[in-house]
């Protein structure tokens, strides 16, 4: 009884964990920020497309870490159930 109350008071504060730190949203900006630069890459000048490859970097570089922190927090949770 104890055991599955703790797992379902687990994995609702792990839904609340990766919600909190991990934003889902990351992703669809990053979608949208190189639609737009693609629609528009032609007219820009040198400078703002290196500016908008950085913004798109950066943010593809975080969504990268929040990946990884996620597969720590799977890994971390796994060993602490079994």
């Not at 290196?50 to 913004?55: A, P, R, V």
Request: aromatic share 10%.
């Amino acid at each position: 009884m104890f055991k599955g109350d703790h797992q379902a008071w687990l994995s609702t504060n792990i839904i609340c964990t990766l919600r909190t730190f991990f934003p889902l949203d990351l992703l669809k900006d990053i979608d949208g920020l190189a639609e737009e630069y693609l629609k528009n890459v032609r007219g820009m000048s040198p400078e703002k497309r290196t500016q908008k490859l950085s913004t798109i970097d950066n943010k593809f570089s975080k969504s990268r870490e929040y990946g990884d922190d996620k597969v720590q927090l799977a890994m971390q949770t796994y060993e602490m159930v079994s």
